[in-house]
Nanobody, 117 residues
Framework: QVQLVESGGGLVQPGGSLTLSCAAS????????IRWYRQAPGKEREFVAI????????NYVDFAKGRFTASRDNAKNTAFLQMNSLKPEDTAVYYC??????????WGQGTQVTVSS
């Protein structure tokens, strides 16, 4: 059974940090590119970051550059999104997506991040 499970969200003050995790099971995680997205209330889901495999090359949307860092541990079938200097506008549900050409396209259930004082 394919699963992607995000965790690590929560309430944090502006300027704080969170690390999100995306734990995979039921497929060969090391073959899949991982993307992070987020969806704020009343807004469309938007791309945040990507981390490829096996090189681990990353790319980020402009608002994430310099603040967010995507990583992965293929041995543990887990991807991470380290988020620093969080702002109220980063409040959203964060999702991970695993995709491989000719294979599956999987989504997690999301984890809520709330940035508020």
């Amino acid at each position: 059974q394919v699963q992607l499970v995000e965790s690590g969200g929560g309430l944090v003050q502006p300027g704080g940090s969170l690390t999100l995790s995306c734990a995979a099971s039921g497929f060969t995680f090391s073959r899949y590119t991982i993307r992070w997205y987020r969806q704020a209330p009343g807004k469309e889901r938007e791309f945040v970051a990507i981390i490829t495999t096996p090189s681990g090359a990353t790319n980020y949307v402009d608002f994430a550059k310099g603040r967010f860092t995507a990583s992965r541990d293929n041995a543990k079938n887990t991807a991470f999104l380290q988020m620093n200097s969080l702002k109220p506008e980063d409040t959203a549900v964060y999702y991970c997506n695993a995709r491989a050409t000719g294979s599956g396209d999987y989504w997690g259930q999301g984890t809520q991040v709330t940035v508020s004082s």
